[in-house]
């Protein structure tokens, strides 16, 4: 899968090729969002969906959302596994306090933190890109749902650095 396809990654493979090739690219001057909404990319950041779920438009019963949830959650586990395998072990970031910041949460957690309540985070090392020595990003993994109603999420970030608490 590339970072322009149009539906989340089928496997725990693609996911983690589709994570690989988004550290990869640079953050761009302005917000970009890819039409079929898997990608969303600004300053500082890169913000993919790796999984969805079904919506509950129609059928919210535990017997639907149940399933639902646990199918993300073991991907979600899978996913961790073999980032803290990379890595180490992820710290844990709460995203509530972005929420009462008193103004705009800086991105990708101004979007995170209304779908989350914390997320794993590995802290990459700097790196070399084109040549250029590179700042060092995190990587942020978590489930997020926006409404009830909506799908549940796996969810990547990618971010600066100094988006992070310290």
Do not use: K
């Not at 090739?21 to 500082?44: I, K, T, Y």
């Not at 992820?90 to 933190?113: F, I, K, R």
Request: glycine fraction near 10%; proline fraction near 11%.
């Amino acid at each position: 899968m590339t970072p322009d396809s149009t539906t989340p990654p089928a496997s725990t493979g693609a996911r983690l090729a589709l994570i690989d090739s988004v550290l990869a690219l640079p953050f761009p001057a302005g917000e970009e969002s890819e039409d079929s909404g898997v990608r969303s990319s600004g300053p500082g950041h890169h913000l993919l969906i790796l999984r969805a779920s079904q919506d509950f438009w129609d059928d919210r019963s535990p017997d639907l959302v149940e399933p639902a949830e646990q199918e993300i959650e073991a991907e979600f586990s899978a996913v961790a596994t073999a980032l803290t395998e990379r890595w180490g072990e992820p710290d844990t970031v709460d995203l509530w306090p972005y929420l009462d910041m008193g103004g705009p949460a800086p991105e990708p957690m101004g979007q995170l933190c209304n779908l989350a309540g914390s997320m794993q985070v590995w802290r990459l090392p700097p790196g070399e890109r084109d040549g250029e020595r590179q700042g060092g990003r995190w990587l942020g993994l978590t489930v997020g749902q926006a409404d009830p109603e909506f799908p549940i999420w796996l969810l990547a970030a990618v971010g600066d650095t100094a988006t992070l608490p310290a």
